[in-house]
């Protein structure tokens, strides 16, 4: 008898294999589209920037207007300047002046030499003012500032140091420097009070 034939062994089956793994943009569209737009975005922003910064021929002209309208005209002697409830006028200078005084018996020599400014105060608010001498600067053609000189200014023209003005009313008054000889007067700078910004008044 012959011996019954074995049946084969089964044949290993393959295994499945796993699906392949979908790359991080294809499973995130959503933000990979958002991500498109912002880059789209930045891109535009930045293309009109840089045209942005030259402007145009009209706003070139715009802009020059408005800076040409804005810039302070110089004041000279004779021109009102106005510093908070004050107008201003400077009427006259005079320098190289070696003493002031009234008379003989009452006169003050100075250091150097006297600069005298003479000028009109007008009070343009609406109640009294108290108008000081010692608020204003005298700035010479070295850029160096000089303050008013109290005793030869009350010497020369008593009652002016320190001045109430009612509204609408003016005084005339003479404020003196005592500067180094030689010195030559630049710009005077009015002030409402020592604590005003102050404005400037050239004297050449």
Known sequence: MSTPQQPAPPQPQPQPQPPAQKSWFARHKILTGLGAVIVAIIA??????????????????????TGAAEAP??????????????????????????????????????????????????NIGDRAQSFTTSAQKLVDAQDRQHSVDDMATITLDQGVAFEQINPGNSVEATIVFDVPPGTVPAVLEVHDSVFSGGESILLQ
């Open 44 to 65: 535009i922003t930045a293309v009109s920037g840089g045209s942005g910064d030259k402007p145009s021929d009209a706003a070139r002209a715009a802009g020059a207007a």
């Open 73 to 122: 005209v110089d004041a000279r002697i004779g021109t009102p300047v106005r510093d908070g409830k004050f107008e201003f006028v400077v009427n006259g200078v005079e320098a190289g002046v070696p003493s002031v005084g009234v008379n003989e018996y009452l006169t003050e020599k100075a250091q150097g030499q006297f600069v005298l400014v003479r000028m009109t105060v007008r």
